[in-house]
């Protein structure tokens, strides 16, 4: 409607209309097909130059059937007919004036409607947003609404860890089914999914039912920590069986090579179970020997891009836990600043996360092009304690120019393979 066509003179007034309106408000809900009849439709809703048959153009009084949900709002999409205006101003309401807009298909309230509730601000609202019925009219038209809300949740994941509220579980399906969803890492998404299963459904047959044939699936298994799946596989409330084809993938997955695993993804039917998230602890593959003395081989693979946004960045990258001689450490990237807040070179760091002190030798490689062959970077022996952190600010001996360059021979096909080996020491 167009700023100047202002008709609310018009609205609700007797000296401006011909005919009467009866809105009935019906206590069950309605099919929108009985809504009302063809016999019946307001000729708001009518093509203007379709001409009414000579009973329809009688009648003086029109009847409209509503639901209780949607009188209220059907009131507020006139006012918007003649006014380009809406009364309401709470998001739930203004998603009933929305439905009833579609379902009437006045396609101006519901961009104006979308427009104001685009982008969701808070968890309610992408719940709600989620929620709208999948069998609207115009239902391409109510899309980015939904893509947005979708999204909001994605990136949002730590509000949904501390929701008390109700998230259905088709939603919660579709938000654990994303690739991008932000999580710290897959052990901590499969903490949480097994922590809302039991709050949810108390009752133990329910809780596995829903757990395994609804749940499981979207956790992705290649990227959880081999202690996390000895967990899974132990627990008693998910049907061992039906994931031990789930976990034996996992582990034949971690141990192909990378240009193996491509084609184990491209062949696999679940291949969505092989797709990465976008993890704030970045995932690692973990080989550990017990003797002669106890070693832990780590590998961590580092994208250029994600070298890249260190330049800027005040934080590290983190890598998954690291599950070893009964301590957890971690291991972060980062960039070596000047005084005046420019990166310098490219740092790696062991950090211990356990309260306890512990010698450990750590000796860090780098694969290097064209043999692609590890090349020992970095070898020392500390005592480890509690967030204390060692490794080199310098790792590869070059600043950041010449490692961010394309000429950088450690970085194959834009990727930094890194492989950790820890010994413990007494």
Same mark, same amino acid.
């Given at each position: 409607m167009a700023a100047e066509e202002d008709f609310s003179f018009a609205f609700d007034n007797m000296a401006f209309s011909d005919r009467l309106l009866r809105i009935e408000i019906m206590s069950e809900v309605i099919d929108d097909r009985q809504s009302f009849s063809p016999i019946s439709t307001p000729d708001i809703f009518k093509d203007p130059f379709q001409r009414s048959s000579d009973v329809e153009?009688?009648?003086?009084?029109?009847?409209?059937?509503l639901s209780c949900a949607e009188g209220e709002a059907f009131v507020d999409l006139l006012n918007f007919i003649y006014c380009g205006k809406l009364?309401?101003?709470?998001?739930?309401?203004?998603?009933?004036?929305?439905?009833v807009a579609n379902k009437f298909e006045v396609a101006s309230c519901v961009h104006h409607c979308i427009d104001v509730l685009s982008p969701p601000t808070t968890l309610e609202n992408a719940l709600l947003f989620l929620g709208l019925p999948t069998n609207m009219p115009m239902v391409d038209a109510?899309?980015?609404?939904?893509?947005?809300?979708?999204?909001?949740?994605?990136?949002?994941?730590?509000?949904i860890q501390d929701y008390e509220g109700e998230i259905p579980l088709p939603i919660l399906q579709e938000i654990l089914s994303s690739d991008e969803l932000q999580v710290r890492s897959e052990d901590i998404l499969c903490d949480f999914v097994m922590e809302w299963t039991r709050k949810h459904y108390p009752d133990e047959d329910e809780r596995k039912e829903v757990l395994n044939k609804k749940l499981i699936y979207t956790i992705r298994f290649p990227f959880l920590s081999k202690?996390? #799946?000895?967990?899974?596989?132990?627990?008693?409330?998910?049907?061992?069986?039906?994931?031990?084809? %789930?976990? #034996?993938e996992a582990l034949l997955y971690n141990e192909e090579a990378p240009y193996r695993r491509n084609n184990h993804i491209a062949q696999e039917f679940h291949h969505e179970m092989f797709c990465e998230r976008?993890?704030?602890? /970045?995932p690692i593959r973990i080989v550990k020997i017990d003797t002669p003395h106890k070693e832990c081989m780590v590998f961590w693979n580092?994208?250029?891009?994600e070298c890249l946004t260190l330049r800027d960045k005040p934080d590290s990258l983190a890598s998954q836990f690291i599950y070893f001689?009964?301590? %957890?450490? %971690? #291991?972060?990237?980062?960039?070596?600043?000047? /005084?005046?807040?420019?990166?310098?070179?490219?740092?790696?760091?062991?950090?211990m996360a356990s309260k306890a002190e512990i010698n450990v030798e750590y000796i860090f490689s780098c694969r290097l092009n064209p043999s692609r062959n590890f090349v020992m970077r970095?070898?020392?022996t500390d005592k480890l304690y509690y967030m204390k952190m060692v490794g080199s600010p310098d790792l590869l001996g070059m600043n950041w120019s010449e490692f961010i360059s394309d000429k950088n021979s450690y970085f194959i096909d834009n990727v930094l393979y890194l492989r950790i080996l820890l010994i413990l020491r007494t």
């Amino acid at each position: 409607m167009a700023a100047e066509e202002d008709f609310s003179f018009a609205f609700d007034n007797m000296a401006f209309s011909d005919r009467l309106l009866r809105i009935e408000i019906m206590s069950e809900v309605i099919d929108d097909r009985q809504s009302f009849s063809p016999i019946s439709t307001p000729d708001i809703f009518k093509d203007p130059f379709q001409r009414s048959s000579d009973v329809e153009s009688k009648q003086r009084v029109i009847t409209l059937h509503l639901s209780c949900a949607e009188g209220e709002a059907f009131v507020d999409l006139l006012n918007f007919i003649y006014c380009g205006k809406l009364k309401t101003e709470t998001t739930a309401a203004m998603l009933d004036v929305l439905i009833v807009a579609n379902k009437f298909e006045v396609a101006s309230c519901v961009h104006h409607c979308i427009d104001v509730l685009s982008p969701p601000t808070t968890l309610e609202n992408a719940l709600l947003f989620l929620g709208l019925p999948t069998n609207m009219p115009m239902v391409d038209a109510v899309q980015p609404l939904i893509i947005a809300a979708k999204r909001f949740l994605v990136q949002n994941f730590r509000m949904i860890q501390d929701y008390e509220g109700e998230i259905p579980l088709p939603i919660l399906q579709e938000i654990l089914s994303s690739d991008e969803l932000q999580v710290r890492s897959e052990d901590i998404l499969c903490d949480f999914v097994m922590e809302w299963t039991r709050k949810h459904y108390p009752d133990e047959d329910e809780r596995k039912e829903v757990l395994n044939k609804k749940l499981i699936y979207t956790i992705r298994f290649p990227f959880l920590s081999k202690e996390k #799946l000895k967990q899974i596989f132990s627990s008693n409330e998910i049907d061992c069986v039906g994931t031990l084809k %789930l976990i #034996l993938e996992a582990l034949l997955y971690n141990e192909e090579a990378p240009y193996r695993r491509n084609n184990h993804i491209a062949q696999e039917f679940h291949h969505e179970m092989f797709c990465e998230r976008s993890y704030i602890n /970045k995932p690692i593959r973990i080989v550990k020997i017990d003797t002669p003395h106890k070693e832990c081989m780590v590998f961590w693979n580092i994208k250029k891009d994600e070298c890249l946004t260190l330049r800027d960045k005040p934080d590290s990258l983190a890598s998954q836990f690291i599950y070893f001689g009964d301590q %957890l450490f %971690l #291991l972060k990237a980062f960039s070596t600043k000047n /005084k005046e807040g420019f990166p310098i070179s490219f740092g790696l760091c062991l950090q211990m996360a356990s309260k306890a002190e512990i010698n450990v030798e750590y000796i860090f490689s780098c694969r290097l092009n064209p043999s692609r062959n590890f090349v020992m970077r970095s070898r020392a022996t500390d005592k480890l304690y509690y967030m204390k952190m060692v490794g080199s600010p310098d790792l590869l001996g070059m600043n950041w120019s010449e490692f961010i360059s394309d000429k950088n021979s450690y970085f194959i096909d834009n990727v930094l393979y890194l492989r950790i080996l820890l010994i413990l020491r007494t």
